[in-house]
Each structure stands twice: as C-alpha cells, then as structure tokens.
C-alpha cells in the first residue's frame, strides 16, 4: 500500500439514503463498520478529516466520529432531523453545531 502524503483525508461514511433520488451522483454502495473506521482515524492522526456521506444522521453510529475528528458540521437533508427532534441532543454532544 503506498504511503497516503496528502492533507486532507475526506471519508464518505455511508451510501444508504432516505431519499433516493433519481439525480444522486453516488455510484457506491457501502457503508464504513465502525472497526474500519476507527483503524483509518487512527492511522491518518495528524491528517485533517473530514467526514460526510449520503446521509450520516441514519447512522448515530457514525456522530462520535464527527467529535473525534474535531469537525462540528454534518451535510444532511434534514430529514431525519425533521422525523427526530432529539437527534439535536446527539448532535450536540457530540460537537455537531452547524448543518449544511
């Protein structure tokens, strides 16, 4: 495997949406396990993160990722934040204070 020398590592956690939609560019299909997740933050310490996915709010899973790798915004299409209200609670303890 070579040896990654960039700045930036951008992670696309999840390819499950809950829209579908017939524009969507994503090709893939896959979703990270936490395992994998947490060996590839581990290994890419001192590497800026970031993290996103088609929809990661369908995941809880995936919101203590956002708190470790510092970033405190989530791409979302509100839909999950329209059908739980208290997800603003998780989001918040886990460092989540902007949504695009």
Same mark, same amino acid.
């Given at each position: 495997?070579?040896?990654?020398?960039?700045?930036?590592?951008?992670?696309?956690?999840?390819?499950?949406?809950?829209?579908?939609?017939?524009?969507?560019?994503?090709?893939?299909?896959?979703?990270?396990?936490?395992?994998?997740?947490?060996?590839?933050?581990?290994?890419?310490?001192? #590497?800026?993160?970031?993290?996103?996915?088609?929809?990661?709010?369908?995941?809880?899973?995936?919101?203590?990722?956002?708190?470790?790798?510092?970033?405190?915004?989530?791409?979302?299409?509100?839909?999950?934040?329209?059908?739980?209200?208290?997800?603003?609670?998780?989001?918040?303890?886990?460092?989540?204070? #902007?949504?695009?």
């Amino acid at each position: 495997m070579e040896k990654y020398t960039g700045d930036i590592l951008n992670i696309m956690l999840c390819s499950t949406c809950n829209t579908n939609c017939k524009h969507c560019y994503i090709s893939y299909k896959n979703n990270f396990d936490e395992k994998t997740l947490d060996e590839i933050i581990s290994n890419f310490k001192g #590497k800026k993160i970031s993290l996103n996915g088609t929809e990661p709010l369908m995941f809880p899973q995936y919101l203590k990722y956002f708190k470790q790798v510092g970033q405190d915004f989530v791409y979302t299409n509100s839909k999950m934040i329209l059908s739980d209200p208290q997800i603003f609670e998780k989001l918040k303890q886990n460092g989540i204070t #902007k949504f695009h």
